[in-house]
């Protein structure tokens, strides 16, 4: 069973926002993507719950609509492009824009945040998107794959599987992976077979 959605993009602005997924082609980061990350919004709402539903909804929605192997301002261009478009397209009065944008500008931060740094809607927000991690083997792999076809063309192939390794490493050595405890609970055990094989992968 899927959750009623908070509320619903003007076609226009939907169009818009598939569009920007959409450029450059993504490998990973595209609107696929996105509606995985959708589905576990979902199984949030259907347990927990999110204490503000429509800001976490829209901030699933932009929070990788601008991305560029490499670039380090994906994510304050993501939240500044859905500041445009929820200014353009008349949205709810009671969404918080600032919200949606504050959310998206912590993903630049996943992997170094520790539970008590964040709210409980970030927390739930941010693991949403790393839960990936926690998939079955084969949709951990290609999200892998995906990753690096992202940054072929981009980075060396040598330093990105350095970087890579390293960034993956660090996850796995961090007492928690994820911010809630409700994925901690659901995900965390598979993240942690996940990542430790492909740390031993990529030696």
């Given at each position: 069973m899927t959750a009623p959605v908070p509320l619903?993009?003007?076609d226009p602005q939907r169009i818009a926002l598939e569009a920007a997924y959409a450029t450059p082609p993504r490998a990973y980061?595209?609107?696929?993507h996105?509606?995985?990350?959708l589905r576990h919004y979902d199984v949030v709402a259907e347990g927990p719950g999110w204490l503000q539903?429509?800001?976490?909804?829209l901030a699933v929605l932009y929070h990788d609509a601008i991305y560029e192997a490499g670039k380090r301002d994906n994510e304050a261009r993501s939240a500044q492009l859905a500041r445009e478009h929820l200014a353009h397209w008349a949205s709810p009065q009671d969404v918080d824009a600032e919200r949606v944008a504050a959310l998206i500008e912590l993903t630049a931060r996943h992997g170094s945040l520790a539970p008590g740094d964040v709210d409980r809607d970030a927390a739930l927000f941010l693991d949403c998107d790393m839960a990936i991690l926690g998939a079955?083997?084969?949709l951990f792999d290609a999200y892998d794959r995906g990753i690096a076809a992202?940054?072929?063309?981009h980075v060396?192939?040598?330093l990105?599987?350095?970087?890579r390794r390293r960034f993956l490493k660090g996850l796995l050595a961090r007492e928690r992976i994820y911010l809630s405890d409700f994925f901690h609970a659901r995900c965390d055990a598979q993240a942690r077979r996940n990542l430790r094989r492909a740390v031993t992968e990529k030696r």
């Open positions: 619903t993009l003007p980061h595209n609107f696929q996105v509606q995985e990350v539903p429509a800001e976490a909804y079955e083997p084969a992202e940054y072929r063309g060396p192939a040598w990105f599987k350095l970087n």
